[in-house]
């Protein structure tokens, strides 16, 4: 029986997002699956999980909003701008107020300008940053247009006397480095600073609610170990529009359909409810992006 849906994961620290669809191809009986958005192995939280045909879904999910906690540590740098990597410079924080804190924080929200980390799966000439600093290159990655929404400090912390932990909340666009907020902060303090800790709470609509983790998803069959098959996926992350029984013919064939004035790209479903193509209007029609009707 085919399996066509997303699932929500939790996941959990210590795997790279690629072991997460390992272990879902296994619970799921298929190799189609894949992820909507790379999670650290640091890091844990919201995994959107696509399978079947609700891969085709994910590129959507890759671009939507994100939602983080995080704790962000100043008195040291790394240079993989986490826990993860080795400490390579030292600075006492003892001097960091409150007041100054929360004014360094104000330069990095709203629209920025931010360098990705260096340890970033961002690809150099063909090949992943990550590899490149790993094999001793020094990589300087380009600026990208990110939006921080919300910045919002929960708590701050002295756990030694030189260093400062700061507990907060992120809202942020897709593409946005949370590390590389940690690296800014710190760098514009004058002590470094680098994460300890992240947690990823939203992916667009999908959060931590309706999130499973591997050990439930281990105990389910394979028939049932979407959250979401795929014409209700759709249904939640796009406007819909119903299609009568021609334009589903049509539309199934890859064909266009009249305009309906709807903003895209939106999904279409046939009389039925089933889920036809997700579609965007130009040029005066209605045009498939991707089919999803089944073959």
Known sequence: MSVDGLIVVDKPGGMTSHDVVARIRRFARTRRVGHGGTLDPMA?????????????????????GKRYTATIRLGQSTVTDDAEGDVVTESSAVGLTDDGIRAGLLPLTGEIDQVPSAVSAIKVNGERAYKRVRDGEAVTLAARRVTISRLDLLE???????????????TCSSGTYIRAIARDLGAALGVGGH?????????????LAEAVTLDELAEREPDTVVNLPVDAAARRFFASR?????????????????????????????PDGGLIAIVSERDGRARAEIVLAPA
């Open 44 to 64: 844990t939280g919201v995994l959107v999980i696509g399978v079947g045909r609700a891969t085709r879904l994910l590129t959507y999910v890759i671009g939507a």
């Open 156 to 170: 701050i912390r002295r756990p030694a006397p030189d260093l400062v932990d700061l507990d907060v909340d992120v």
């Open 242 to 270: 119903q299609a009568d029984a021609a334009e589903a013919k049509v539309l199934s064939h890859g064909g266009p359909l009249d305009p309906a004035g709807i903003v895209g790209p939106y999904a279409v479903f046939d």
């Open 195 to 207: 994460l300890t800790a992240l947690r990823r709470t939203a992916v667009g609509g999908f959060d």
